[in-house]
């Protein structure tokens, strides 16, 4: 399979609805970003019903916001549907069918790549699928070197958290790899004050276990902190971590999105329902 990707990136791709290829990729290899590697435990579960939608007002003073990686910081599910659509047809997966995009959603984005194998390749041996799904990340970072670009009004949010002085981290399902790519390639590597991998915690999503992480690290009160996610397992665990998740619909829909239990849904961070909600907690801050 290595020569897989070379002959892959070299082959010509019909627009895609969910690629985006007008992407521009600024490089800073000199940042360097501090992972989290202690594992944690909790007696949470992913799919805890003891646990109600956190309004977003009821943090009346915001402390940290937590954020996700793919598909949230930057718009990477296209290529990462991409790469799978790809890799799968090559080995044969559903009869040589290409997956499509509704696959996509329900069976991969946003889940770890354990959970992923599991579900794709339940007849193959484990060391099989793991060296597939490592080829596959291969595969997209070489994509991603290229293409990966911000979401839509990233950069107001960053000035707006960083002219408050907020605590912030990054906590994601993603590889290490992955994850170093896309904070360098978006210039927002120093912006974050902590990683959490959910490769390093003991339970990944759509277990809260990284989100407790997260909040461990910044020493932040879950009474106070705010969840950007866009997938339907980060935001199951950023509510069963008991914390209001605004949710973004780049790579899902919004009433998936809604039933896993966001606060708020949004198109990008440039909608004026996110703004809105920001503006009402400066104002209750100020009455503080």
Known sequence: MPSLVSH?????????????????????????????????????????????????????T??????????????SDPLHFLAFQDMLQEVGFNGG??????????????????????????????EKSR?????????????????????????????????RGLKRAAVTNAPKENAELALSSLGITEFFQAVVLGDECERAKPFPDPYLKGLKLLNASPDHTLVFEDSVSGTKAGVAAGLPVVALTTGNP???????????????????KLWSVLEELDALAAKL
């Not at 000199?30 to 009821?58: D, G, H, K, Y």
């Not at 915001?62 to 718009?75: S, V």
């Not at 919004?254 to 909608?271: K, P």
């Open 8 to 60: 892959r990136l070299h082959q010509h791709h019909a627009p895609l609805s969910l690629l985006q290829t007008n992407c521009k990729t600024k490089r800073n290899r000199n940042l360097q970003v501090t992972f989290v590697s202690t594992p944690t435990s909790s007696n949470m579960s992913a799919n805890s019903n003891s646990l109600e939608r956190r309004s977003i007002s009821s943090l009346a």
């Open 62 to 75: 915001l402390e940290a916001i937590l954020f996700d990686i793919d598909g949230t910081l930057c718009d």
């Open 97 to 126: 069918v290409p997956i499509d995009e509704e696959f996509f959603i329900q069976k991969i984005a946003g889940k770890h790549n354990d959970d992923i194998g599991v579900v794709l390749f339940s007849d193959w041996e484990p």
């Open 131 to 163: 060296k597939f799904l490592v080829e596959k990340e291969s595969y997209f970072r070489r994509l991603a070197a290229e293409k990966l670009s911000p979401v839509k009004g990233l950069y107001k949010l960053r000035k707006w958290v960083e002219d």
């Open 254 to 272: 919004e009433h998936l999105l809604r039933e896993a239990g966001a606060s708020l849904v949004i198109e990008n961070y440039e909608d004026p």
